[in-house]
């Protein structure tokens, strides 16, 4: 064994727990969906649901978090064939990095073609507002950093090669799908584009690191997201994300404001709907041999 690998699944147990969902619905995914911290209104517009617990699927870690619903939903968005986290796992949790990116292992082992995450962010930005939806075109992965990378340990080619690449980890035709759609539906004065950072979390940052980060190139500030989209990426899936916006960073030691989860929560709600139509409307509009339609 590998000095200091934890928890990993082998490729036979990601294959197990796809084996027994798809032994339970016809629905064959395509686009996998993750939804974040008050988002997960997107599930339940799914038709003809097939929905599990994550307590009962072999394998799977519980979400613990208040928000996150913690179940996986197979059904057709517009007529599309998706899957869909209903909540997600995180570090600050107490998981294992390869615990909170088993799912993407599974999407790829269920036939998902596509995946979308989604997450609540803190704002860096100076330019961005409470409610600005922010598409994700990079990542500073901090906990990766420090060596807790999703892909630490032995390296299984039949998920992907030893070293991916991680420039293209976000597909530019789907940002510039989502772009165009959101000109559409009438978003141009909250939709944005940055960089998103994670952190281990669970504690917000401070003034200090707010500032720091900000220097460093991050619009966005969070607790997921990037180690899912690099387990997405190392086996061959197209990522595209999403930020909400749901509160500033502060970065100002005479501001009075403060970081708290119910407001992560609240700004979800207000503007979930909008981020739901604009992820529901690419959905219908990615095409699975690489064109749109
Ligand atoms: N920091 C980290 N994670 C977050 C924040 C934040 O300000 N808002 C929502 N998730």
């Not at 969906?33 to 994550?54: E, H, P, R, T, W």
């Not at 036939?111 to 930005?125: D, F, M, Q, R, S």
């Not at 759609?181 to 669970?202: A, H, K, N, S, W």
Request: charged share 20%.
């Amino acid at each position: 064994m590998f000095p200091g690998v934890t928890a990993g699944y082998t490729y036979e147990d990601c294959s197990a727990t796809a084996d027994w969902l798809l032994a339970q619905t016809a629905v064959r995914p395509l686009v996998g969906i993750v939804c974040g911290s008050g988002l997960g209104g997107l599930a339940d517009m799914l038709k003809d649901q097939v929905a599990f617990n994550y307590k009962d699927i072999p394998n799977f870690p519980q979400s613990t978090v208040h928000g996150h619903a913690g179940r996986l939903v197979f059904g057709m968005l517009k007529g599309r064939p998706c899957v869909c986290m209903q909540g997600r796992f995180h570090l600050y949790e107490g998981y294992p990095v390869q615990k909170v990116t088993l799912p993407m292992r599974v999407f790829k082992l269920l036939g998902v073609e596509t995946v979308i995450l989604t997450n609540a962010a803190g704002g860096l930005n100076q330019d961005y507002k409470v409610g600005d939806i922010m598409i994700m075109k990079d990542h500073l992965n901090m906990p990766g950093f420090a060596g807790n990378n999703p892909l630490v340990g032995p390296n299984d080619e039949r998920f992907g090669v030893r070293f991916p690449c991680m420039s293209d980890a976000y597909d530019r035709e789907l940002q510039q799908l989502a772009a165009d759609l959101g000109q559409e539906l009438g978003y141009r004065d909250f939709l944005r584009e940055g960089v998103y950072c994670v952190l281990g979390g669970p504690s917000f940052e401070t003034i200090a690191e707010c500032r720091m980060l900000s220097k460093l190139g991050a619009d966005a500030v969070g607790m997921s997201t990037v180690h899912e989209v690099i387990v997405a990426r190392h086996c061959g899936m197209r990522v595209f994300g999403l930020s909400l916006i749901t509160n500033l960073s502060v970065m100002d030691y005479d501001s009075a404001e403060k970081a708290n989860h119910e407001e992560v929560l609240q700004t979800g709600k207000q503007r979930a709907e909008q981020l739901e139509r604009l992820v529901s409307t690419m959905v219908t509009k990615i095409e699975h041999n690489n064109n749109f339609a």
